[in-house]
C-alpha cells in the first residue's frame, strides 16, 4: 500500500489503472490512454499532481539561500509570482532534483519538487537553511491540479471566483498569483498551455468533479509520459538524477554561470566540466516500425555487431502525436544524422533530432 492523495478514492470509483509511482498509489490511465494524450493536445485535460512536494520557505535571508542552492539564479525573480525553473545539485554536479521556484516576496518563496526525491530533498534543504535562518515547512496540507491543454486555462479558470477570473486568465507565462484559496501558476509538464493549481486537499475532490463536469478529461502518468517526452522534458530518475550533471542531461540552460560571484553548490565541479567533451543527451526519432524503449543500447549506423555502443536510451515511448517512436538518449559520440538502436537483437535506424519533438500540437522536428 502507498501513499494516497486525497483524489485516490474518486481514482478508483473511475475505474483507474492504480500503479506505484515512487511510493505513491497513482492512477496510469482511466481507460484508452492514447485518448487522454489527445484531450490533452487538442483540447483539455487534467492529471492529479498532489504526490509533488510543495515546500515554502520564509525568512529574510531566504533569496541568499537560494542563490547558493539552486543552479539557476533566483536573483532574476524580480515580480511576485515570477517562476524559475532549475536544478539542485550536489557538490560533484550530480542533480539531486528538478525543481520549480517562485518568488513570493522578499522574505517568502515556494519550491515544488518531485515525489521520488521529496523526502531527500527536505532534508537536503533544511541541512543548507540553517545557516541562513531560514524557515522550511512542508505543505503537506495542499493538493495540486495540472489542467492543460489548448482550452485548458478557460476552463480552469471556473474554479476561481469570476472577479479573480481576468487576472488569472492574464497571468503570463511562468507565474503565478494566489486567488483566495487557490496558488495558480501558468506552468506545465506536457508541452500545452495551462495551469498548476495548488489548493487545501479538502478542496480537491470538489475542484477536480467541477473541471470534469465542465469537460476537462482525466488523464493519467501514462499520458503525462508521452506528452512530457514528446515536449523534449526530462523525467528524473530516467533521464537525469544523482549520478549525471546538467551538461550532459540536457540543462546546461538551466545552469546560470554569470554573475561569476554567485557560488552556488556544484559550481566548481561544473566550471571543471564546461567546455570538456563528454556525454550529452540528445532526441531519436525512429522511422521504421519498433518502439524505442529505456534502456536499449545505441550504435553508429553500420556498427558491427560486438562493436561498442554510443549510448542508451533515457526514455522512449512511442508519440501519439507523431505516429511513430521518439526517444531521449544520452550518447557519447556521434559522427551523423543516424544511429541504430538494438531491439530484442535486431538492429534498427533513427535519427537524431533536437528536442523538443512536439509543442503546442504542432510537430518541431521534421517528418
Known amino acids: 500500500m502507498g501513499l494516497k492523495t486525497p483524489l485516490h478514492d474518486i481514482h478508483v ?49 531566504t533569496r541568499e539561500f537560494l542563490r547558493g542552492l539552486l543552479a539557476n539564479d533566483v536573483g532574476r525573480l524580480r515580480s511576485p509570482g515570477k517562476a524559475l525553473y532549475t536544478c539542485m545539485l550536489r557538490e560533484d554536479g550530480g542533480i539531486l532534483d528538478d ?7 522578499e522574505d517568502s518563496f515556494r519550491l515544488v519538487v518531485n515525489a521520488g526525491t521529496r523526502r531527500k530533498d527536505l532534508d537536503w534543504i533544511g541541512a543548507h537553511a540553517r545557516a541562513f535562518g531560514v524557515e522550511v515547512r512542508e505543505r503537506a496540507d495542499l493538493a495540486i491540479l495540472a489542467v492543460q491543454g489548448p482550452a485548458a486555462r478557460a476552463k480552469a479558470a471556473m474554479l476561481l471566483a469570476e472577479g479573480d477570473r481576468p487576472a488569472a486568465l492574464a497571468l503570463p507565462p ?48 501514462g499520458a503525462r509520459d508521452t506528452l512530457r517526452l514528446e515536449a523534449g522534458m526530462n523525467l528524473y530518475g530516467s533521464d537525469m538524477d544523482e549520478s549525471r550533471h546538467p551538461l550532459e542531461s540536457g540543462l546546461g540552460w538551466t545552469v546560470a554561470f554569470e554573475p561569476a560571484e554567485r557560488d552556488f553548490i556544484g559550481r566548481a565541479a561544473l566550471e571543471r566540466l564546461r567546455g570538456q567533451p563528454g556525454a550529452r543527451l540528445a532526441g531519436l526519432v525512429m522511422e521504421e516500425r519498433g518502439v524505442l524503449r529505456a534502456h536499449q ?12 555502443a554510443l549510448g542508451e536510451i533515457t526514455s522512449g515511448t512511442f508519440s501519439p502525436t507523431l505516429n511513430r517512436s521518439i526517444a531521449f538518449a544520452r550518447l557519447n559520440a556521434a559522427d551523423g544524422p543516424w544511429v541504430s538502436v538494438d531491439i530484442r537483437g535486431k538492429r534498427h535506424a533513427a535519427r537524431i533530432v533536437e528536442p523538443p519533438f512536439v509543442r503546442h500540437g504542432r510537430a518541431l522536428i521534421p517528418l
Not at 543500447?297 to 561498442?308: I, K, L, Q, T, Y
Open 174 to 221: 511562468f507565474t503565478a498569483a494566489t486567488f483566495g484559496s487557490r496558488f495558480v501558476s501558468r506552468t506545465g509538464y506536457t508541452g500545452e498551455d495551462g495551469f498548476e493549481i495548488v489548493l487545501p486537499g479538502e478542496e480537491c475532490a470538489a475542484a477536480w468533479e467541477s473541471l470534469r463536469a465542465a469537460g476537462v478529461v482525466p488523464a493519467g502518468l
Open 297 to 308: 543500447r545505441v550504435f553508429a549506423p553500420h556498427a558491427a555487431s560486438d562493436g561498442e
Open 99 to 105: 525543481l520549480l521556484a517562485f518568488f513570493i516576496a
Open 13 to 61: 470509483k473511475s475505474g483507474a489503472k492504480i500503479v506505484d509511482f515512487g511510493g505513491w498509489d497513482l492512477p496510469l490511465s482511466y481507460g484508452s490512454q492514447l485518448e487522454e494524450h489527445h484531450a490533452v493536445r487538442r483540447e483539455a485535460g487534467m492529471f492529479d499532481v498532489s504526490h509533488m512536494g510543495v515546500v515554502d520557505l520564509a525568512g529574510a535571508r
